[in-house]
């Protein structure tokens, strides 16, 4: 689309807002718009981003680099042959600006008026031109203002100005002095910064989301500029008013609007994964001749000094940390599946719970953790506090309305029970036992051995029930759906049968109402698929004592009743 004189002048409007950052919503829109139809507009677009970064980069180079060629780098990698531009000599500039605001007048004499014949002007040959005193008096003053009015910001730059600050950091140091804690401000155009451990997560004043990993060299450019040297970085700007620019060695990635992550090593060579959204990749080759493209959710790139070409290469879901928590030093690179087992071992889902602790389903004040023994529950919905993500637990009976979530949700077809429990509710016990047992055996089901931390098992050994807050996880993982609940159920093959045919029903319920359930006897396992709407709030297992011979006594009822559910997890997109 050719832009319109009208077009063009709005265009840059737009580009003048973005970069003082005053842009609007409704002018992103409008930016977004005129970027998507017009190649005249993008062109335009990375002419200007060129244009302000290098200004960027001129005065940030004049202040900080020494006039001498750069060394090799630490990697033993041959440096750039290229030399770095020495400093302008600002001193003559400050001189000529003084001498002109202290210099006396001069005075020019009046110019006479006495006429002299005009000289003969050969035919083939034009007259010289005549240069006055006066003009060339202007034209060196002129010049000495414009150059005075260039070195100003370099002679006497304006302070640093924040854009960003540290939000959060796990096990990170750093190579300056100064503490880079939680809740630093970080500002444009200082010196780079070095991670030399752990993770760093920073958010931008316009709402931008960075996690840089080490090692990793970094700085501000602007508030919607950032240079990395080397390392590991994740971009989220979905929140953000403004899009981003990474800019790593002579190439730029701009973003719209999306998720990416950007790794750089010291040699320059750079890659890029695209998870959400566009960017718009301006790389820099090995021919020095510069590629600009889209790329888009889905791809990845691969670029650098020593390649001629971008090349695609596969998409890395983990190869970034997406996220970080210090408090609970939760690290999180877009994993797709929260393991319930793990939180009941008081971790968040991936991998950062106890194995081998777990929750009593009862409210029995007496009871020591982890025992194992033959208890009556007393039907009552028990909340779990200091675990935001479970909401309850319950010893079902049947014999009364069984509540089963915080807001009041009823278990209607909960069966008959003993009312009897045996044991917590466990994350990956290695082993178990019964009261008359003399020897541990293995949590095996279906011929696999779920008591290790590379195959969890929630271990819900009849009475018991325990309900989890969809939303807690919703809320933990954001941009996240949670799209459904997979498990495989069943009695443990090991659980010595002796007179008792062990048998025990198994249930998942979502606020309270049914959606599977089925009785398996030892050695039966069974998977399970249940999908999870986002009106879905509350997740509900259970373990009852299903056909026993005499629910009145409890070894018949509940005996070696030893219910998994193995590798219970929230699937996510």
């Known amino acids: 689309m050719k832009l319109s004189a009208e077009q063009l002048n709005r265009l840059f409007i737009l580009l003048g807002a973005l970069r003082d950052g005053v842009l609007t919503g409704q002018d992103f829109e409008a930016l977004n718009d005129l970027l998507r139809n017009s190649p005249e507009a993008r062109d335009y677009y990375v002419d200007y981003v060129y244009l302000c970064s290098d200004l960027c980069n001129l005065q940030a180079a004049i202040k900080h680099s020494p006039a001498k060629p750069r060394e090799q780098a630490s990697c033993g990698c041959e440096a750039d042959e290229e030399l770095v531009t020495p400093p302008l000599a600002l001193d003559i500039l400050k001189e000529l600006g003084d001498y002109e605001n202290q210099a006396d007048a001069l005075e020019l004499p009046a110019p006479e008026t006495v006429c002299e014949p005009a000289p003969a002007v050969h035919p083939s040959r034009k007259p010289a031109p005549q240069v006055s005193k006066l003009s060339m008096i202007s034209l060196i003053t002129s010049l000495a203002a414009l150059l005075f009015i260039l070195a100003y910001p370099l002679l006497f730059p304006p302070p640093l100005t924040g854009v960003a600050f540290v939000s959060d950091v796990i096990d990170a140091k750093w190579s300056s002095s100064e503490s880079l804690e939680k809740g630093v401000r970080l500002a444009a155009g200082a010196d780079p910064i070095q991670i030399i451990k752990g993770i760093v997560k920073i958010r931008t004043d316009n709402g931008v989301h960075l996690v840089l990993e080490a090692p990793a060299e970094f700085r501000f450019t602007n508030s919607d500029e950032l240079a990395m040297n080397y ?342 997109e």
Not at 486 to 503: K, L, Q, T
């Open 231 to 572: 390392g590991r970085l994740f971009v989220n700007v979905k929140e953000a008013s403004n899009g981003f620019i990474v800019q790593t060695h002579k190439s730029k990635i701009i973003d719209i609007g999306t998720q990416f992550g950007v790794y750089t090593d010291m040699r320059g060579e750079t890659e890029l994964h695209v998870f959400e959204g566009k960017t718009v990749l301006i790389a820099g080759l090995h021919n020095r001749i510069e590629q600009a493209m889209d790329v888009i959710a889905g791809q990845a790139r691969k670029f650098g000094k020593s390649l001629t070409e971008v090349r695609p290469i596969g998409l890395s879901e983990r190869f970034f940390v997406r996220d970080i928590e210090s408090k609970g030093n939760v690290v999180w690179r877009s994993d797709k599946q929260i393991h319930l087992a793990d939180v009941v071992g008081g971790g968040d889902g991936l991998g950062t719970g106890q194995i081998n602790t777990g929750i009593n389903p009862s409210n029995r004040p007496n009871d020591k953790p982890g025992e194992m023994r033959d208890r009556r529950g007393d039907n009552t919905y028990n909340s779990v506090f200091g675990n935001p993500f479970i909401d309850g637990v319950f010893v079902p009976n049947g014999k009364t309305e069984q509540q089963v979530t915080s807001a009041g949700h009823i278990f209607e077809a909960c069966p008959p029970t003993s009312g009897y429990f045996f044991a917590d509710i466990l994350n990956t016990p290695a082993t178990v036992m019964g009261p008359t047992d003399t020897s541990p055996f293995s949590l095996v089901l279906d011929g696999i051995d779920y008591g290790s931390e590379d195959r969890l098992c929630l271990c819900l050994h009849a009475n018991s029930g325990i309900t989890f807050d969809l939303n807690a996880f919703r809320l933990r993982f954001a941009g996240s759906r949670i799209v459904r609940f997979s498990a495989v159920v069943g009695i443990v093959d090991c659980a010595p049968s002796e007179s008792i045919e062990s048998a025990a029903a198994f249930w998942v319920l979502a606020d309270g109402q049914v959606r599977y359930s089925n009785t398996l006897r030892r050695g039966a396992a069974e998977p399970v698929e249940i999908e999870l709407a986002e009106t879905d709030r509350f997740l509900t297992l259970v373990t009852t004592d299903g056909e026993s011979l005499d629910i009145t006594l409890d070894r018949n009822a509940i005996g070696y009743d030893w219910g998994l559910f193995a590798e219970p997890k929230l699937i996510l």
